[in-house]
């Protein structure tokens, strides 16, 4: 079975422009979480969906960062504009639905730099 | 929010060593995970260990919630088990809101 896939796998561009990174979960899972990794902050939870709908985004930084899932196979986080701080790893993953937690599974990430 | 705290930071093994990875959460969970980040960046999932012990060949791990910590144990260590080891804790309320630890590095040297 595919697991978590995310595109583009890296990503150079300069800052101002906007950045678009995209996300299929696993096919069945219900819930969608969007993570960045840095060598300052960790990992840290962005904001995470369950059924399509935004369940909590008090992680995302800032008004630039906005993250959306159309349907339940495809989300995007987008960021506009982008600066310099914003560059890290940017990971997706997602978990099965049930009544408790349910591991959750890792796409490869996308390695985003910002010129 | 939760404070998760690992140890040690960074291990140096000889292969065919074992090892305990430790990690203290502050509060209740119902979710806590483990997780192994490759040389390639590459996130695995681990083991989902609210309570109880797992076994999954040379890994294992047990967590006592009521006491609040989770070691993960490798035995019989491979230069493949390198990388950085995570624990992941989510609190009753919102429990699919996973909060990481900073991670133990290791290293396994042939």
């Known amino acids: 079975d595919a697991g978590v896939i995310q595109s583009p796998r890296h990503e150079v561009t300069e800052m101002g422009q906007e950045v678009t990174l995209r996300c299929k979960p696993i096919s069945g899972h219900d819930y969608l979480f969007w993570y960045r990794q840095t060598m300052m902050r960790g990992l840290e939870l962005l904001i995470y969906f369950n059924n399509n709908v935004p369940i909590d985004d008090s992680g995302m930084p800032e008004d630039r960062f906005s993250a959306k899932m159309p349907n339940a196979s495809f989300s995007t986080l987008k960021i506009q504009p982008s600066e310099p701080r914003d560059s890290a790893v940017y990971f997706c993953?997602?978990?099965?639905?049930?009544?408790?937690?349910?591991?959750?599974?890792f796409g490869d990430g996308t390695r985003l730099s910002i010129l | 929010g939760i404070q998760v705290e690992q140890s040690p930071p960074d291990l140096i093994l000889q292969e065919g060593a074992n090892s305990t990875l430790r990690c203290n959460f502050s509060d209740s969970v119902n979710n806590l995970q483990w997780f192994h980040q490759n040389p390639w960046g590459q996130l695995i999932n681990l083991f989902y260990i609210p309570s109880g012990t797992k076994q999954n060949g040379r890994l294992s791990a047990t967590t006592v919630a009521t006491e609040r910590y989770s070691l993960l144990y490798i035995s019989s260590s491979q230069t493949t088990d390198s990388g950085v080891y995570f624990c992941?804790?989510?609190?009753?309320?919102?429990?699919?809101?996973?909060?990481f630890g900073t991670g133990t590095r290791l290293l396994v040297s042939p």
């Open positions: 992941a804790a989510g609190m009753n309320t919102g429990f699919q809101k996973l909060v």
């Open positions: 993953a997602s978990s099965a639905r049930d009544g408790g937690g349910q591991p959750q599974h």
